[in-house]
């Protein structure tokens, strides 16, 4: 299972490297999102997601807020993983 601070480390990689078209900065973070393993990876997510958002460095939380509003905007073409939260 990977940790939240692993998470955090693909997301900043991810943000430096978004796909090219609409939704690129969006597409590789829910890409990772749909193939989360199990309900505790993504409670990882959401804490890595919550530290870029608290980060002292703005950009990093620029990008959180930016993804953040990605998943709203492209909510219907995610892949939401299901879980259940006894897992």
């Not at 609409?22 to 959401?46: D, R, T």
């Not at 958002?53 to 990093?60: A, R, T, W």
């Amino acid at each position: 299972m990977r940790t939240a601070k692993e998470f955090k480390t693909e997301l900043l990689s991810v943000a430096r490297t978004p796909e090219p078209g609409y939704g690129g900065n969006v597409s590789p973070a829910a890409k990772m999102f749909s193939s989360l393993a199990s309900h505790s990876e993504m409670l990882e997510f959401e804490l890595a997601i919550q530290s870029l958002l608290e980060s002292s460095d703005l950009e990093h939380r620029k990008w959180a807020v930016n993804l953040c509003l990605g998943f709203i905007t492209f909510r219907d073409a995610i892949a939401w993983p299901k879980y259940d939260k006894g897992e």
